[in-house]
Nanobody, 124 residues
Framework: QVQLVESGGGLVQAGGSLRLSCAAS????????MGWFRQAPGKEREIVAR????????YYADSVKGRFTISRDNSKNTVYLQMNSLKPEDTAIYYC?????????????????WGQGTQVTVSS
């Protein structure tokens, strides 16, 4: 089992940056691909980015491509999301999750373990 704890959210002005961290417990962290999702009020949870277990392969939603960077440090059991050039539409609760289920990795159902989420608010 994997327990995930996100941190680094907050309030930032448009154009600013934030770095989210997700600390994982459990010896199997390096075995899993990891994803960042977000959910805005009244909207479905959507994938933002995903990184393979070794960190060599990444995926980004079109809406964040070129602005966000996902990375991981398996020695620290941590995955990161660097968010630059933030926009008001990036406002959401951000969740990290472990990709443990076979199938399309851009769907919520492919992730068994989730953190509690961290709020990101971007003011205009």
């Amino acid at each position: 089992q994997v327990q995930l704890v996100e941190s680094g959210g907050g309030l930032v002005q448009a154009g600013g940056s934030l770095r989210l961290s997700c600390a994982a417990s459990g010896r199997t962290f390096s075995s899993y691909a990891m994803g960042w999702f977000r959910q805005a009020p009244g909207k479905e949870r959507e994938i933002v980015a995903r990184i393979s277990w070794g960190g060599t392969s990444t995926y980004y939603a079109d809406s964040v491509k070129g602005r966000f960077t996902i990375s991981r440090d398996n020695s620290k059991n941590t995955v990161y999301l660097q968010m630059n050039s933030l926009k008001p539409e990036d406002t959401a609760i951000y969740y990290c999750a472990a990709n443990t289920v076979s199938g399309p990795y851009y769907v919520v159902g492919a992730y068994e373990y989730w953190g509690q989420g961290t709020q990101v608010t971007v003011s205009s």
